[in-house]
């Protein structure tokens, strides 16, 4: 650009895909406020609300027994549902990006069940399926004395059927782009199995593994369609914090309320570390992340 | 290590991508399997590494049958034809990697490996680099590090697949002349895979000419470009023209005339006569040539070419004139192949 007279806008006007200004300043603008209508001032409204009776008020939700084994369920549910998802979503991204057998489709769609299934629905299921009057349910139960439908094991059944596809959905279209190149390489150089997958393919995948273990973890630490039908809601044993804020919303007290907002906050700062995280590692490793887009 | 290929077939999904290839490769040797795309010089690499199986048929290393082995069994050096270099390790791990995973036993410490990296990146010229990753290297220095990184095991057979396929073609000549240096340097037995002719003429010790999944021919580059001994080779190899003729009583009859050739051990019928362009004496008067009328001419490099039309069927055919023959459109010109080969037309 040596001619002085076309600046920098008159450039971006020259580009074949820039639309007019007026076209760019109004879709700028419609994301903007969408944004912020939807997303940004629900979210002050969380804190804003938590807080509204002082920060004294605020904290003391967290004395209350039933808070606190919520919390504690939450966590304990997404400690055991996303390392099962992990795994899992490794195996069949693994399957179906490196191998060829039939029904491999199928397999894909069966996968993505779990997001087009309402979350009730799945919760019912289970409930169906499980329940002490049922076959499984009553051997379980009377066999091991396990009890699956409200109780704690089915709380975390339905949050990994609901978590189900996102640590594979992120892996599958990144290995199949990837193919077995690599692999054939560090096995042609003596690696053993195992050593190409620790060596070759989970670095490969790394990232995208990542981004599908924290969308999970946000998910399972969320969920409430499914685990509200399957825990029967029992205070202090099968509650998770959705389940908390909801049950203390529901009654007519002020404090509930600053509860329920308190809880909130708790989970809507959950998520908001989980981008966080992700965002300082993206920063923290630009150039790996840079080096393992890059082609070959 | 020498190389015994024996009626090797190999099937993908039933369809035949190799039919009964056998082939012998001396220790040192250096090879080029040449083809076009599908003729199975790629499927047949990667049968010697391990990477895929035979349907039938062994293969040998030395006495022994390696054809059940694995891959990691079989200790071979593979050049892919992307490099396929791990983007999330250095070049020294890159190199390094296939000694770090031995079983323990085996495994030399971490400072012999990291010294064993450099000798390899001094050797494939590339010393100061070990810090750098893939992804910051130019086309031509990823092929020496995946050749560093395979030598890296000490590999009994070195195979190359499309070594030089994805470079341009300044540095295709350049590595070219470097691969043949390692080679007699390091004395591996070598194959590679290419799809490019001059590649595997000057490179190799011996040329595989293959297609349709078999090997027409093996040589020196002297015996394929010289002694094609089929029309594929012919054709393939070096540019050629075809003509159809007749073979009657040992002599070559184009139309109704005969040209001037013996060829006493052809089989009587219909055959084709092929020749190179460079091949031919051209004739003033014609008792027993071939003769056409000009159709085009061009320059090439030091020589010209011209195409000749011959015949009531106008079969084009092309021979190399002096740069001062005065071959203009539509006069007739009248030559004779002094290098040629005939074979029996195919029904």
Redesign the interface.
């Known amino acids: 650009m040596s001619d002085p007279d076309l600046s920098a806008a008159d450039a971006a006007q020259l580009s074949p895909t820039t639309e007019a200004w007026p076209v760019r300043a109004a879709l700028i603008a419609l994301t903007i406020v969408v944004v912020a209508v939807l997303l940004v001032v629900p979210l002050l409204v969380v804190f804003v609300q938590a807080l509204g009776l002082g920060i004294g008020a605020a904290l003391s939700t967290f004395r209350d027994a039933d808070a606190v084994a919520a919390i504690g369920l939450t966590l304990l549910v997404a400690a055991v549902a996303v390392p099962c998802n992990m795994i899992f979503g490794i195996a069949a991204a693994w399957a179906i990006a490196k191998y060829r057998f039939p029904g491999r489709a199928f397999l894909i769609t069966l996968i993505d069940l779990p997001f087009s299934v309402s979350p009730v629905v799945a919760g019912l299921v289970y409930v169906l399926l499980l329940g002490p009057f049922t076959p499984i349910g009553a051997w379980l139960l009377e066999d091991y004395g396990v009890r699956v439908i409200f109780a704690v094991p089915g709380v975390v059944l339905a949050t990994i059927f609901v978590t189900f596809p996102f640590v594979a959905r992120e892996l599958i279209p990144l290995m199949q782009d990837q193919g077995t190149g690599d692999e054939e390489a560090a096995i042609s150089l003596g690696a053993s199995g195992w050593q190409t997958f620790w060596y070759v393919t989970l670095p490969n995948v790394k990232w995208a593994l990542l981004y599908g273990v924290l969308l999970c973890n946000a998910r399972a630490m969320g969920e409430f369609g499914a685990v509200a039908v399957i825990s029967g809601k029992l205070r202090g044993e099968t509650v998770t914090m959705p389940l908390q804020i909801e049950l203390y919303y529901q009654e007519f007290r002020a404090m509930a309320q600053v509860s329920a907002f308190s809880l909130a906050a708790v989970l809507a700062g959950l998520a908001l570390v989980t981008l966080a995280i992700k965002s300082w590692l993206e920063w923290r490793y630009a150039d790996q992340l840079a080096a393992t887009r890059a082609g070959h | 290590m020498e190389l015994s290929i024996r009626n090797v077939r190999k099937e993908f999904d039933r369809f035949p991508a190799l039919e009964d290839v056998s082939l012998d490769i001396r220790s040192g040797e250096l090879i080029a399997l040449l083809g076009p795309s599908g003729s199975g010089k790629t499927t047949l690499l990667r049968l010697i ?1 391990g ?1 895929d199986f035979p349907t039938s048929g062994a293969i040998l290393f030395g006495d022994e049958d390696a054809s059940r082995k ?3 069994e079989r ?4 050049v ?1 034809q ?8 250095t070049v020294g791990e890159n190199i390094g ?2 000694l770090k ?2 079983p323990a036993a085996t495994r030399p410490a971490t400072a012999d490996i990291r010294r064993r990296a450099m000798e390899l990146l001094d050797l494939v010229q590339l010393a100061g680099l070990e810090n750098r ?3 910051q290297l130019s086309g031509g220095q ?1 092929q020496r590090v995946a050749l560093a ?2 030598l ?2 000490e590999p009994r057979v070195l195979l190359l697949d499309e070594p030089f396929g994805a470079l341009d073609a300044q540095v295709r000549r350049e590595l070219r002349r470097w691969l043949r240096e390692i080679h007699d340097r390091t004395g591996h037995t070598t194959v590679f895979v290419t799809h490019d002719q001059e590649e595997a003429l000057e490179l190799a010790d011996r040329v595989v000419v293959m297609s349709q999944g078999r090997v027409e021919q093996v040589g020196s580059a002297d015996e394929v470009y010289d002694r094609p001994n089929s029309p594929f080779v012919y054709s393939f190899i070096g540019e050629s023209s075809g003509l159809p003729v007749r073979v009657e009583n040992g002599e070559l009859w184009l139309e109704d005339r005969p040209i001037g050739l013996k060829a006493a051990d052809a089989p009587g019928g219909r055959a084709t006569l092929h020749f190179r362009p460079q091949d031919v004496e051209l004739l003033d008067g014609c008792g027993g040539c071939i003769a056409g009328t000009v159709s085009s001419s061009r320059r090439v490099a030091g020589t010209r070419r011209i195409e000749l039309e011959i015949g009531p069927e106008h079969h084009r055919v092309e021979i190399e004139v002096p740069i001062d023959h005065a071959a203009a459109q539509k006069s007739r010109v009248a030559f004779r192949p002094t290098r040629w080969a005939v074979f029996p037309a195919s029904a």
Request: net charge positive.
């Open positions: 590494a990477l694995s891959v990691q200790n071979v050096g593979f892919f992307h490099y396929a270099l791990f983007r999330n390790m990697f296939g995973v031995r990753y893939p992804n990823r990184r395979a890296a095991i």
